[in-house]
């Protein structure tokens, strides 16, 4: 779709405003004599950038232009954007947004708050069900956590691909078409990052039966569910599980089960209690 006029002047003025707040020692340039503009000139940020000054002029001044993925990577990085400057930069020239940097999901004070829920199995999760840190209870919930690769640690992948997680579901139709359909909401807000990309046409690879549910373009929220499982060692649990999102970009979320009846908040504190020699909280690095 052509880009807009309102579009292209959203665009030249943040990059105009962008532009206007750095100084030249905040890019290491010296600052010269008699300047008359504030903040950066076109040209410093069009050599930064590896551009040219009227390539670069004429996206400032919102001419009917259109500007590759590269050249909005590079003039980025020359105005010093954050990653969200950066998104809403790539959102305004019609680009797909990229894939940001790796960092920790996980901080000092979630890794607090997994350990307070205990004996309640609950873990860090990304938008794409990727776990990132879990409690004692969550490790042995379906298995031994600690025990798998890291990047198999994800939940998706494993209710679709790993059998011990198979069979701990009472109802795995049921939690298979849950997740796939979960997933395929949280892919709607990633559909245009190459990970995200990657992830479902390999778990579609991997799973003929996620290939099959994934087809089906079902979609479903984060609402609270049941989940009945059977333990290898604990017995049956029927739970309750929760999810919050920790931040404001919907990138990670603390999910934790809390029990529906007595008998199995029995079977959490025996969980939970089983192995009193190991860590009460686990985190991939």
Same mark, same amino acid.
């Given at each position: 779709m052509p880009r807009s006029d309102e579009t292209r002047a959203a665009f030249?003025?943040?990059? +105009?405003? &962008?532009?206007?707040? @750095?100084?030249p020692a905040d %890019?290491?340039?010296?600052? =010269? !004599? +008699?300047? &008359?503009?504030?903040? @950066?000139?076109?040209?410093? %940020?069009?050599?930064?950038? =590896? !551009?040219?000054?009227?390539?670069?002029t004429w996206l400032e001044q919102g001419r009917p232009i259109a500007a590759s993925a590269q050249v909005v990577s590079a003039i980025a990085r020359a105005l010093r954007l954050s990653d969200d400057e950066r998104d809403h930069l790539f959102a305004l020239a019609d680009l797909p947004v990229p894939d940001r940097d790796?960092?920790?999901?996980?901080?000092?004070?979630?890794?607090?708050?997994?350990?307070?829920?205990?004996?309640?199995?609950?873990?860090?999760?990304?938008?794409?069900?990727?776990?990132?840190?879990?409690?004692?209870s969550y490790r042995h919930l379906f298995g031994d956590l600690d025990q798998m690769p890291a990047e198999r640690r994800n939940c998706a992948v494993l209710l679709f691909t790993d059998t011990e997680w198979q069979r701990a579901h009472v109802d795995?139709?049921?939690?298979?078409?849950?997740?796939?359909?979960?997933?395929?909401?949280?892919?709607?807000?990633?559909?245009?990052?190459p990970a995200w990309q990657r992830f479902i046409a390999e778990l579609e690879e991997q799973s003929p039966r996620f290939a099959e549910l994934w087809r089906l373009g079902d979609v479903g929220g984060e609402r609270a569910a049941t989940k009945h499982l059977v333990h290898a060692r604990v017995g049956e649990l029927n739970l309750e599980m929760s999810s919050l999102w920790?931040?404001?970009?919907?990138g990670s979320r603390v999910v934790w089960f809390s029990p529906r009846d007595a008998a199995t908040a029995d079977r959490l504190e025996r969980l939970a209690a089983e192995r009193p020699?190991?860590?009460?909280?686990?985190?991939?690095?």
């Open positions: 030249a003025a943040f990059l +105009r405003s &962008r532009r206007a707040r @750095l100084s %890019v290491g340039l010296p600052e =010269g !004599v +008699r300047r &008359r503009v504030v903040g @950066l000139r076109r040209e410093e %940020v069009a050599q930064l950038a =590896g !551009v040219g000054l009227t390539w670069y790796s960092r920790p999901c996980v901080g000092a004070a979630h890794l607090d708050l997994l350990e307070k829920l205990l004996p309640y199995p609950a873990a860090v999760q990304t938008a794409r069900f990727d776990i990132r840190a879990y409690n004692r795995l139709d049921h939690a298979q078409r849950r997740i796939a359909a979960r997933l395929r909401a949280a892919f709607g807000r990633h559909h245009d990052e920790l931040d404001d970009a919907l020699d190991e860590a009460l909280i686990s985190a991939v690095a």
